[in-house]
């Protein structure tokens, strides 16, 4: 190990599970006129959570300021409690998975992550005992030795992955992870990330393919025109969107019947026959009141009820509300 | 019918992309899934008859593939993955070329190039080059492109990759109101199983150059046998040791119940039982494989 | 009245049969080229050579006819060598092919800029947006594709040597009002059409080569500039050095010379000026000052020159002296590789992707 090595950060002090371990204090940037973000003000925990965000809504713009590339033109960025701007000593606890995908094509991809682990300070020994353990990881010790130009894009990206993690950073940001990959790789990579986000690393992971997002945790943040819109579970927020009622599904053995008796219901603001026998479609303001209400409905006689499910309570609705409101 | 191809074989060297590849789909929306290196791009070349096979036989709506590629291309289009253009052009005249290279005239297809970019939801944007566009115009420009000289069949690989939320719902709304409404069949292959899921009705699932499986949608994610799932607000647990003493067999995965109920009784037991419990029942639901299951499952008898 | 419905509509049209399939793509290759400010300008100076051409044959089909138009340049004329002046008729082909040849010498250059000015975005801009799979997967064949840049080509070579010539033989033909120019000359009407079509063919068959082995237009450009110098460079220093008779070949301009050469039939015309020379100087032998022979009433004089020596206008030029066949065998060598690169560059889609 290179004992002259300076580093800015020698012992890093482990953050309590409130702390944010990504933490933006009012910072803006822009480019020339153009606003990249502005004024966002948030803290990310650790485990894994959602970056979301329409098209130029300032998803690349936030990585970057977080790892350090870019400088915030106002306001503070610190990772791990230590600012991240032109702090080469933080990247030892970092890793990044770019939505770029640029290779040394010839390279094959264990001499690749080899490589990125000497970069990171890493002794040849070290980095030849990293890059094996990673590969397995990832799962690609099998093709680790074919050249990346013949690499299929879910190869690519595992790859990508495996470079991140290769000297076991603390912090990892995956931008897109799963853009082009199969079926079969999306399931091994968010498996990698679930472990990844349960043994205590902190992951973020922006990416558009919501539903996958939501399997892989619970918590996101939102932001649109670069600023933030929503941070935290999912299911709160959803509740604390007043503007839009709850939708509820539900099919019973009398439609009609059932939607009647519903009407009634100071909380129920709208009730929707759906067509085809397609059960009715129910708007509530308060949906404690009215799943609480249920289950006597559905005893009574005539209105016996198959199915129950909530339409907006996810991912895709709640971004749907409020990237469009 | 949509296509059907009989024992197609394509090799390139050693590697054998469709391997007796034979298949029967459809008319309507049919979904393509298959992993990655499955054959599923060389079936589409196939199709569009831009590929010499080794041997079989195929016909795409009626139509000989070996013999008359041109005329199958005369009634398919073609949205490709890849990003491509016709370099320095406007939208509108990138849209009346592709209708002139598909042999209409140039007044013809300039009108027809405005009704479908009124179609796909372009509106002033079609007068701007095209290389200022972004991802999801473009996207919907390809579209457009692939559909202006009326086709029968439009084959879309992978239309949302890579689209923000708001452009892969517009693309899938276009998508199947081109399949429900307008009569024409798709093709559709994507990764993306739940965008497969609710434009297709019908599904393919390629591996190693042969047919894995086949049907409806519908068939193959019914589940064999009558399970519910079922989530509650409160303690999940109690709620299941209140149906286990009621004869249910059950499940838990992920804070959802998976709940299978004996002979005989119908919802009406989880209802009661949460009533007694004081419980509330937030979804209930037949459970249903998703097609990433039946992906799984087909696609596991290749390894 | 009904309402009408705003979304998609079925099409019932006409559809052009497949033959005519690369016009559209030519069409749409012209279209784009003309919006350049610079290919216009082009375009426009390379009609300059002409012009002069058709200001040429207007004057000779005038001294034909003895015309009085002429009265105020008679002094000039003058000058012209005794058989000319009593016989013009017998030395038209002769004149008619020297004015073609000097139009279509002068305008090499011009095609060769329009050429680089044209020619190089039309397949390299399409490897770089990645157009090809766009076109393939349309109902057309590569062939089509090919015919239809060539055609792009084509069309700037034609407005700019060809039709120009053609319409010059008309004015020309207009001005000497005898149909006998025509039973003299019809061979250079042909003649410059084939040429043309040949320099179509060859230059642009070449160009799209280059244009597809490269994403980047100006270096296609830059490639096009250099082999046109450096052939004409190397063929200049072999010719110095090595001396030998095929040292020419090295140059691809000279080749178009060489088959202009005789596609024209120059070397008949220079025949006709070579007696028209050689009874010029015996008279001027015979004179008491000699009278050097004028040559187009532009007042050039030739240079002084000893008996026996003959001025090197009325002879093969020395780079031309070589079999045509040598010519053929180039340009015909040059084709097939350019067809050849291009059908490997420009992929068909059946391949791995």
Redesign the interface.
């Known amino acids: 190990m290179n004992s002259t090595k300076t580093s800015v950060i020698e012992e890093l002090p482990m953050p309590s599970m409130n702390s944010a371990i990504v933490e933006f204090r009012g910072v803006s940037k822009w480019y020339g006129n153009v606003i990249g973000v502005n004024k966002l003000t948030l803290g990310i925990p650790a485990g894994v959570t959602g970056l979301l965000g329409p098209n130029g809504a300032g998803k690349s713009t936030f990585l970057q300021l977080a790892t350090g590339q870019l400088r915030p033109s106002q306001g503070t960025v610190t990772v791990l409690g230590h600012r991240a701007w032109n702090n080469p000593g933080l990247n030892r606890f970092i890793g990044l998975c770019p939505e770029q995908d640029a290779f040394y094509e010839w390279m094959t991809g264990r001499q690749f992550i080899d490589m990125c682990a000497k970069l990171d300070g890493m002794s040849t020994r070290e980095a030849a005992d990293a890059t094996a353990k990673v590969l397995d990881e990832v799962g690609m010790t099998e093709h680790a030795d074919r050249a990346v130009g013949g690499y299929s894009k879910g190869m690519r990206q595992r790859t990508k992955i495996a470079q991140a993690l290769v000297h076991d950073p603390l912090v990892l940001f995956l931008d897109e992870p799963l853009t082009g990959t199969d079926p079969l790789a999306r399931r091994d990579l968010i498996n990698i990330i679930r472990r990844l986000g349960a043994s205590g690393k902190s992951v973020i992971l922006s990416s558009h393919v919501l539903h996958e997002v939501e399997s892989v945790t619970p918590h996101v943040v939102l932001i649109n025109h670069g600023r933030l819109v929503a941070e935290g579970n999912v299911r709160e927020i959803r509740d604390l969107i007043d503007a839009h009622p709850h939708r509820i599904a539900i099919k019973s053995e009398n439609d009609r019947l059932l939607a009647s008796k519903l009407v009634v219901f100071d909380d129920v603001v709208g009730v929707e026959l759906v067509r085809a026998g397609g059960g009715i479609l129910v708007e509530t303001r308060s949906p404690d009141a009215f799943y609480s209400r249920l289950c006597s409905l559905a005893l009574e006689h005539g209105t016996a009820i198959e199915q129950v499910e909530s339409q907006d309570d996810n991912l895709d609705a709640v971004f749907r509300y409020l990237v469009n409101s | 019918m949509l296509f059907d191809l009989k024992s197609i074989r394509k090799t390139?060297g050693r590697?054998t992309?469709l391997n007796d590849l034979s298949v029967v789909a459809p008319l309507g929306a049919v979904g393509l899934?298959?992993?990655?290196?499955a054959g599923k791009?060389t079936m589409i070349?196939t199709l569009?008859g831009?590929?010499?096979i080794d041997s079989g036989e195929g016909e795409v709506l009626g139509i000989n593939i070996r013999r008359k590629p041109?005329?199958v291309?005369?009634i398919v289009g073609?949205v490709?993955e890849?990003?491509?253009?016709?370099?320095?052009?406007e939208g509108v005249e990138f849209v009346a070329?592709?209708g002139?290279?598909?042999?209409?005239?140039?007044t013809?297809a300039l009108q027809?190039a405005h009704?479908?970019l009124?179609?796909v939801g372009l509106g002033e944007a079609r007068y701007r080059k095209v290389d200022s566009y972004?991802?999801?115009m473009k996207q919907r420009l390809k579209i457009a492109?692939a559909?202006v000289?009326?086709p029968k069949l439009v084959i879309l690989d992978?239309p949302t990759?890579?689209?923000?939320?708001?452009?892969?719902?517009e693309v899938l709304e276009l998508a199947r109101?081109?399949c429900k409404?307008?009569?024409m069949s798709l093709l559709f292959s994507s990764?993306?199983?739940?965008d497969v899921e609710a434009v297709c009705d019908h599904v393919l699932v390629l591996g190693r150059g042969r047919l894995l499986a086949e049907g409806t949608i519908a068939e193959l994610t019914r589940s064999e046998r009558p399970i519910f799932e079922v989530r509650v607000?409160g303690d999940l647990a109690d709620f299941s040791n209140r149906l286990a003493r009621q004869g249910c067999t059950f499940e838990e995965l992920d804070g959802v119940l998976h709940v299978e109920l004996p002979d005989g009784r119908?919802?009406?037991l989880l209802?009661?039982t949460?009533?007694d419990a004081g419980?509330?029942?937030?979804?209930?639901?037949?459970l249903r494989n998703t097609l990433?299951e039946v992906?799984?499952k087909a696609?596991s008898e290749l390894a | 009245m009904p309402i009408f419905d705003q979304g998609y509509q079925h099409w019932q049209g006409a559809i052009s049969g497949h033959g005519l399939r690369w016009l559209a793509i030519t069409r749409q290759g012209v279209r784009q080229q003309l919006r350049r400010r610079r290919t216009k300008w082009l375009v426009s100076v390379a009609f300059v050579p002409a012009f002069m051409l058709a200001a040429f044959l207007v004057l000779w089909g005038l001294i034909e006819q003895n015309s009085t138009i002429l009265q105020p340049i008679m002094g000039l004329l003058q000058s012209l060598p005794e058989e000319i002046r009593s016989g013009p008729k017998s030395y038209r082909t002769a004149i008619w092919t020297w004015a073609f040849n000097t139009l279509f010498d002068v305008s090499q250059f011009f095609v060769m800029l329009l050429v680089l000015a044209v020619g190089p975005d039309l397949i390299s801009q399409d490897l770089r947006f990645n157009a090809i799979p766009l076109y393939l997967s349309r109902p057309i064949r590569r062939i089509d594709y090919y015919l239809g840049k060539l055609g792009v080509i084509g069309f700037f070579l034609a407005a700019v040597a060809i039709a120009p010539a053609v319409a010059a033989y008309v004015l020309g033909l207009a001005f000497s009002f005898d149909l006998g120019v025509l039973k003299d000359t019809w061979h250079l009407l042909v003649g410059s059409v084939a040429y043309g079509a040949i320099m179509v063919v060859s230059a642009g068959t070449l160009m799209l080569a280059i244009s597809s082995l490269s994403r980047n237009s100006r270096l296609v450009g830059a490639t096009w500039v250099g082999l046109w110098i450096m052939s004409n460079v190397t063929a200049g220093v072999l010719m110095t050095s090595v001396k030998q008779e095929w040292c020419p070949l090295f140059s691809y301009t000279t080749n178009f010379d060489r088959l202009r050469d005789e596609l024209l039939d120059m070397p008949a015309a220079r025949e006709k000026f070579l007696g028209l020379w050689k009874s010029g100087q015996n008279a001027a032998q015979e004179a008491v000052r000699p009278r050097f022979p004028f040559f187009r009433g532009r007042g050039r004089r030739p240079p002084p020159l000893s008996a026996g020596q003959t001025p090197p206008m009325l002879t093969t030029p020395v780079h031309l002296r070589f079999p045509l066949i040598w010519s053929v065998e180039v340009l015909g060598g040059l084709f097939v590789l350019s067809a050849w690169t291009l059908s490997t560059r420009v992929k068909s889609l059946d391949r791995l992707k």
């Open positions: 390139y590697i992309a899934l298959g992993p990655n290196g791009t070349r569009l831009l590929i010499r041109l005329q291309r005369q073609f490709p890849d990003e491509c253009l016709f370099p320095g052009v070329y592709a002139e290279l598909s042999g209409m005239g140039r013809d027809r009704e479908v009124d179609y972004s991802t999801g492109s559909i000289h009326d992978e990759n890579g689209m923000d939320p708001a452009g892969r719902i109101d081109l409404n307008k009569g990764h993306l199983l739940v607000k119908s919802q009406e209802w009661s949460a009533s419980e509330q029942i937030r979804m209930l639901k037949p990433e992906f799984f696609v």
